[in-house]
């Protein structure tokens, strides 16, 4: 069985400049979710899908983050503008269901903003 | 106050010896409980869910469920190098529509030779 595929990998923007990432979830998963993981931290949500619905995005920064699942299946996260503090790990995992337990990380995308 | 707090370390044990990891949360609604390994680079990986109180063995590894005390411990039996590296604590609690994971900030576990 696949996992939760991720991309990019890593990406260096400067500050200001707008980033997306891509997350294609475990076959079947109707539950998607992105973390940021700051270095020395864990990782925090900021979004939770069910299906194409949004369940909780009650620390997505809505200012400069947005995120969609339009098909309830991959989903994209963008930063627009990017500021310094933004600089993370941005993990995406999937579940099951909203209920599932069971959380599948992806590889990850490491932001640097200069 | 951290909804889930864990000490950073590093927590350093000789190869053989057992490693406790700790961890307490604030919300007493809390019903599951996880410890997610996750080596330097890499993603989490979940190794133990707990989610009633008193013990659970997998293999080296034993998680300890207190919730009276809002406390969650993670036993390393025989802990070998590749044991290094940083173990989250993760607590689950329900919201409006669905589960929500708040991790802690890891403790990083060194396994010396």
């Known amino acids: 069985e696949a996992g939760v595929a991720q991309s990019p990998r890593y990406k260096i923007i400067e500050k200001r400049q707008s980033v997306a990432f891509w997350c294609n979830p475990i076959?079947?998963?109707?539950?998607l979710y992105w973390y940021q993981q700051i270095l020395g931290q864990g990782p925090k949500l900021l979004i939770q899908?069910?299906?194409?619905?949004?369940?909780?995005d009650s620390q997505l920064p809505k200012d400069r983050f947005s995120a969609e699942r339009l098909k309830g299946v991959d989903s994209t996260l963008k930063i627009q503008p990017a500021k310094l503090e933004d600089s993370a790990v941005y993990l995406c995992?999937?579940?099951?269901?909203?209920?599932?337990?069971?959380?599948?990380f992806g590889p990850g995308t490491r932001l640097t903003v200069l | 106050q951290k909804e889930v707090e864990q000490n950073s370390g590093p927590l350093s044990v000789p190869e053989g010896a057992i490693a406790s990891l700790n961890c307490t949360y604030s919300?007493?609604?809390?019903?599951?409980f996880f410890w997610y390994r996750q080596y330097s680079g890499k993603s989490p990986e979940l190794i133990m869910s707990?989610?009633?109180?008193g013990d659970k063995e997998d293999g080296r590894f034993t998680a300890q469920l207190n919730k009276a005390s809002q406390y969650v411990s993670l036993l390393i039996r025989d802990s070998q190098p590749s044991d290094s590296a940083t173990y989250l604590c993760?607590?689950?609690?329900?919201?409006?529509?669905?589960?929500?994971?708040?991790f802690g900030t890891g403790t990083q576990l060194k396994v010396e030779l």
């Open positions: 993760a607590v689950e609690g329900i919201t409006g529509g669905g589960n929500k994971l708040t």
């Open positions: 899908f069910q299906n194409n619905g949004v369940v909780d």
């Open positions: 076959s079947g998963h109707a539950t």
């Open positions: 707990i989610y009633s109180n």
């Open positions: 995992a999937s579940s099951g269901g909203l209920f599932t337990d069971t959380q599948y």
């Open positions: 919300d007493r609604g809390s019903q599951s």
